[in-house]
């Protein structure tokens, strides 16, 4: 293994660690109490704050002409990917547990590519081996959703029980986070979130898909993000303060809940946001995707060392099967790359033999060639980047 491959692995490990602190940390803040559409406009307002300077000292000479038309498309996807995905995420989490946030993550690569085919920007050849596993990659993320929805199961301890974010938790956090055990409100309630929070995963999927075309008429991705985070902060504020009227929701003190402002504002996104790019531009979109169950697992020990959540079996045999869901769909995904990739070299290597003969001058416009060829690769890679989003970008996007 070289030190490219062994730092890729290091990186991947750090987003997992990156992550999984946002679901314990933000599940945490919501357990004390603060409110998640007011949770949503400071990280988003953290995020744009961030982003600013960035894109005025990076980006201030590359800015491409912004039509009406243009604008109202960002506020529009603003306002699915952002605004809308992350308060369905976030009301899922309150009302479920940081297991099941960071299991249904593994989902978004397989509803991504569900919406693709229905949108027809994917197809599947269900006779193949590639296409099977793809559909039976969308039966198992549908299997798994309902497993952890539907069924309890026997509980494990906390295995800490003296908790570092300890907190009397709110009626519905509480009825949630036994896994869907206990009374019918318990059970409404954990049914209820388990279904936003795919819900959110949708949305999310949806804005991936969608992203691919944006890029197309917008290209400069930094201003991108900046416009689409500051819109969601509007539009978020105007949320909050439709819903949350009392002016003490507003107010942030020195506890969990400005630590998870700052942490999933800056860091997540900061700090997740390059080491994704880098890890993506050195071993593929897929590579990281398939680290997403390491998350998982840390996510299921840092809940329960941490908030002294309850574990139940039947979280453990929804994420199993969403897990299994993940990586049948990047299995059919990476047969179908190199079946292209086979496809596009085939005729490449009869027009070598063919060109044998062919003079000089041709064999200088080769590396000419050979540069336009790797730019289009890159460019490739980066239209995989939103075709198999690999982590849960949507909530750490703002």
């Not at 992550?19 to 919501?30: Q, R």
């Not at 919406?115 to 549908?142: F, I, N, Q």
């Not at 978020?236 to 439709?242: G, M, P, Y």
Request: hydrophobic share 45%; with cysteine; net charge positive.
């Amino acid at each position: 293994m070289d030190a490219t491959s062994k730092k890729a692995y290091g990186v991947a490990i750090i987003i997992q660690l990156i992550y999984t602190g946002m679901y314990v940390v933000s599940k945490a803040a919501f357990n004390h109490g603060m409110s998640t559409y007011v949770f949503i406009f400071y990280r988003q307002a953290a995020a744009t704050a961030l982003l600013l300077p960035l894109a005025i000292v990076l980006e201030r000479k590359n800015a491409p002409p912004m039509s009406f038309r243009l604008f109202l498309k960002l506020f529009f996807y603003a306002l699915l990917g952002n605004t809308l995905s992350m308060n369905l995420y976030n009301i899922s989490l309150k009302y479920t547990s940081a297991t099941v946030a960071s299991a249904t993550s593994n989902s978004v690569p397989v509803v991504t590519f569900f919406l693709a085919v229905l949108l027809r920007l994917e197809v599947v050849r269900l006779r193949s081996p590639s296409g099977m596993a793809k559909a039976a990659g969308v039966a198992l993320c549908l299997a798994g959703v309902l497993t952890i929805a539907l069924y309890a199961g026997p509980s494990m301890s906390p295995v800490n029980h003296h908790r570092a974010f300890a907190a009397h938790q709110h009626p519905h956090a509480a009825a949630a986070g036994g896994g869907g055990g206990g009374g019918g409100g318990g059970k409404g309630t954990w049914i209820k979130g388990t279904f936003l929070m795919l819900l959110s995963n949708t949305t999310w999927s949806l804005w991936i898909v969608l992203q691919a075309s944006l890029l197309k008429e917008y290209p400069n991705k930094l201003l991108s993000t900046l416009l689409q985070c500051g819109l969601s902060t509007a539009q978020s504020f105007l949320l909050a303060v439709a819903v949350e009227r009392d002016p003490a929701a507003w107010k942030l003190q020195l506890d969990v809940g400005l630590l998870a402002v700052a942490y999933s504002g800056l860091v997540v996104t900061g700090v997740s946001f390059y080491l994704q790019a880098w890890c993506i531009e050195k071993r593929g979109p897929v590579f990281l995707a398939m680290s997403n169950p390491l998350g998982l697992l840390l996510t299921i020990f840092c809940s329960s060392f941490f908030l002294g959540e309850i574990v139940r079996l039947g979280s453990l045999l929804g994420s199993g099967l969403l897990v299994g869901g993940l990586y049948s769909v990047l299995w059919g995904k990476s047969k179908d790359h190199l079946h292209q990739k086979q496809t596009q070299e085939a005729p490449k290597t009869l027009a070598t033999i063919s060109n044998d003969g062919h003079d000089d001058d041709e064999e200088k416009q080769q590396p000419a060639a050979a540069v336009q060829n790797t730019g289009g690769g890159d460019e490739k890679q980066l239209k995989d980047l939103f075709a198999m989003e690999a982590s849960p970008l949507r909530h750490q996007s703002g």
